[in-house]
């Protein structure tokens, strides 16, 4: 994944489109807006249903049973938490003075 430096943090530049938990275990491939509604376990799918069309640009959809996991992320990175989104937002507001 492309990196980028911004407020002393180091963020992905892309999003991610993983299918896999970075123990190599799968992580369901859901397709269905009812499966999707009740799905009670880790679970992704591509916006509209369409890797070819949309994953390069918007990275895989994931629930909270997966992000929830710890192990969605390559090994040393996490999904950003409110507080470093909070910081992100501060740090960028800063720079355009709002």
Do not use: R
Request: a neutral charge; aromatic letters at 18%.
């Amino acid at each position: 994944y492309k990196t980028v430096l911004i407020g002393g943090k180091w963020w992905m530049a892309e999003n991610l489109k993983v299918t896999k938990y970075y123990d190599g275990s799968a992580i369901k491939n859901v397709i269905t807006d009812e499966e999707w509604n009740i799905v009670a376990s880790g679970a992704y799918c591509w916006y509209n249903n369409d890797y070819a069309a949309y994953g390069s640009v918007y990275g895989a959809l994931y629930n909270w049973h997966t992000v929830n996991t710890g192990k969605l992320c390559p090994i040393g990175w996490h999904v950003p938490s409110k507080a470093d989104w909070t910081q992100l937002s501060n740090y960028l507001g800063a720079l355009v003075g709002t």
